[in-house]
């Protein structure tokens, strides 16, 4: 083979793989996007929730006949509200854990892709 068409072809397939690597970077920005819509769903659903439950404890200390009542109630509360900030926080830490592999994943592929054709080419 010519020096001359040995260098197009390194051109063209270094040209392919900086193509493939930006596309690989677009299809992780959709993915974190759509994830991350998510985990902000997830959030705002849980902060909600967690609105309403304070309302209903509220009445719950309010209603109480004695200062008994409202201390038992207040503990309820207090545990009511622990338990579920680490469920909630528990859940989010999960989702964004998978976020960022899901997201990462076509750049990982990609990166593979590219180090197999560079040690072809380089063969």
Request: proline share 1%.
């Amino acid at each position: 083979m010519s020096k001359n068409f040995e260098f197009e072809k390194l051109a063209q397939e270094t040209a392919n793989v900086g193509r493939e690597n930006v596309e690989a970077f677009i299809k992780s920005g959709a993915i974190f996007a759509k994830g991350f819509e998510a985990i902000v769903k997830t959030a705002s659903t849980l902060t909600q929730s967690a609105a309403e439950k304070q309302a209903q404890f509220a009445k719950e200390i309010i209603n109480s006949k004695t200062l008994n009542e409202a201390a038992e109630a207040q503990n309820k509360i207090a545990q009511a509200n622990f338990d579920e900030f680490v469920s909630g926080a528990t859940k989010i830490s999960e989702m964004s854990v998978k976020l960022l592999n899901d997201s990462a994943a076509p750049i990982n592929e990609q990166l593979t892709k590219s180090m197999e054709k560079v040690t072809k080419l380089a063969a």
